[in-house]
């Protein structure tokens, strides 16, 4: 398996709403990415976790909260977002010490819409 | 603070001939890397090449190359006998400093192969 999975591709949520973006991957991988892309623009990261600990949070509001329940899996809680927070949102993963030698496996994304 | 600049926002080749996308990038780091990613319609990040910065030998992947100039900052991607499935937003992107993980992207070159 050489994927990343996301789930769902694509989600609507209103303002009020709370919602979870999925991220799965059994390539052995233990550091796991968000990124969140807006269009027409590169990827901005918002979170990195390595061996299941959140070491780099870029300065991302509360209403995205980050889990990695297991070296596996990689959740994104939302709740209370605003429209400009619609974008596609990039799970990404990469093994901890070989990652410059393969780069970093991307998911298909979510595509999340606000309203 | 590192930084990485697409010049070109879009580029059009005819099938089966060879264009070339240019980057150029800046770190104070001495060790570093370089990958060149694309995303095509379907939206996810796939590596099409990459190049570490203590090696000399420009990095070859099948009909992809890039002409790396280390004292120029220079790192550009030759796509040779273009494809309809080469079309897709580019992305150059550089990774220094280790233990960050962190990928820091240009800007994009829409890239569309006309028939």
């Known amino acids: 398996d050489t994927e990343v999975t996301q789930t769902p591709k694509h989600l609507v949520m209103g303002m009020t709403n709370k919602k979870s973006l999925k991220c799965e991957q059994h390539m052995g991988h233990r550091a796991m990415y968000w990124y969140k892309q807006k269009a027409k623009k590169p990827p901005e990261l918002m979170f990195v976790?390595?061996?299941?600990?959140?070491?780099i949070n870029e300065s991302v509001p509360s209403r995205f909260s980050p889990e990695c329940p297991n070296s596996s899996l990689l959740n994104l809680h939302l709740h209370a977002l605003q429209p400009e927070d619609s974008a596609l949102y990039l799970c990404?993963?990469?093994?901890?010490?070989?990652?410059?030698?393969?780069?970093?496996?991307f998911g298909s994304g979510t595509r999340l819409t606000v309203v | 603070a590192q930084t990485v600049t697409q010049s070109q926002p879009e580029m059009s080749v005819q099938e089966a001939e060879t264009v070339t996308l240019s980057c150029t990038y800046d770190t104070s780091e001495s060790n570093y890397y370089l990958f060149w990613y694309k995303q095509p319609p379907s939206r996810q990040m796939i590596l099409v090449i990459r190049q570490e910065a203590y090696k000399q030998q420009n990095a070859t992947e099948n009909r992809f190359s890039v002409n790396f100039q280390k004292a120029a900052k220079s790192f550009s991607l030759k796509i040779s006998d273009s494809q309809l499935g080469d079309t897709a937003m580019y992305f150059c992107?550089?990774?220094?400093?280790?233990?960050?993980?962190?990928?820091?992207f240009g800007k994009g070159t829409k890239l569309s192969v006309i028939p």
């Open positions: 976790y390595s061996y299941e600990k959140l070491s």
């Open positions: 990404a993963s990469s093994h901890p010490i070989r990652h410059l030698n393969y780069g970093y496996t």
């Open positions: 992107a550089l990774y220094s400093g280790a233990g960050s993980y962190q990928l820091t």
